[in-house]
């Protein structure tokens, strides 16, 4: 067999690898709570004492207000879209074009996707890696899964992961217990919360929060996310 060959073999026998273990990694956390999360661990790595606070709450234990705030923030389309949001994805790249900041288009599921499944660098191979993870989590999970994997590893501060940790370090008090104007304070220190805190909000973020609770009520209220809790 001819080197050509013999590499085409084993890159086919990796790739197909690839795609088997990636399948099982998505159904295993279908159905047990990532324990932790490669956003997680290279944060942890990259710092020097770095506390990584999170406790896992499932979603019925949490307040409703919760969900619908960060898809208010986030993703207003989230329940509706098939893990992209293609005239968002258009109108970033349009923007990004022409201005020097750059305006991002991730949905929920693929920010999902690129913290739970890859590394935040920013090469094509990671992109198309993270809209491959997308298609798998909307069709391995479904939304319900997604948004409950979401609201519990969500970075809210710093080493601060997930909704329940934030409750606690925040306001004293479980996600259950969280109100609808607390958990808009929470989405509105995205995507940056380490800039903007919750703890000291600004400004900028008060004038955020009040927005996202005019759009969740725009969006129906707790209406929109009840038959994740019938």
Known sequence: MSL???????LA????????????????????????????????????????????RDLEDINKSVPLAFIAAE???????????????????EYNQKGKNTLGASTISQQVAKNVFLLP??????????AYF????????????????????????????????AAHEFFEINADELHLSESALMAAVLPNPILYQIGAPSTKVFRKKNWIIKQMKNLGGEQLVQHWYD
């Not at 660098?121 to 993270?130: D, H, P």
């Not at 989590?137 to 080493?159: C, D, Q």
């Open 13 to 56: 026998f990796a790739f197909i690898g690839f795609l088997l273990f990636s399948f099982l990694w998505v159904v295993l956390y279908k159905f047990i709570n990532p324990p932790v999360t490669t956003m997680m661990l290279y944060n942890y790595f990259q710092q020097d004492e770095y506390e990584i606070k999170q406790e896992w």
């Open 4 to 10: 050509i060959k013999k590499t085409f073999k084993y």
């Open 75 to 93: 993703d207003q389309l989230f329940i509706w879209h098939s893990g992209f949001d293609i005239d968002a994805i258009k109108k970033a790249y």
């Open 134 to 165: 997308t298609v798998l989590i909307e069709a391995v999970w479904g939304k319900r899964r997604i948004i409950e994997v979401y609201v519990n590893i969500v970075e809210l501060g710093e080493g601060i992961y997930g909704v329940e940790a």
């Open 121 to 130: 660098n920013r090469s094509f191979i990671r992109k198309g890696l993270e």
